[in-house]
């Protein structure tokens, strides 16, 4: 059985999100605080919090790293 990449990306809380471009700070990684139809991510880099619609944040998606033990 084959995954289509379709398919829901299941974000979670403390998340790590790897975003296709950068943020003007030079970060491309993003952390989950709320979710939601948007997505609250704050950025690594310089702790910047944005609201982004989630079908956004899965079509610059790059990479999720799953971070559930780390606060
Ligand atoms: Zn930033």
Redesign the pocket.
């Known amino acids: 059985m084959t995954m289509i990449s379709a398919d829901p990306i299941p974000f979670a809380i403390g998340d790590i999100l790897v975003l296709k471009k ?6 491309k990684e993003w952390r989950v605080l709320k979710l939601g139809a948007d997505l609250r991510l704050v ?6 919090h944005i609201m982004l619609p989630r079908a956004e944040a899965e079509r610059r998606l790059k990479k999720l790293i799953k971070e559930t033990n780390q606060e």
């Open positions: 950068p943020h003007p700070c030079g970060s950025c690594l880099g310089c702790g910047r």
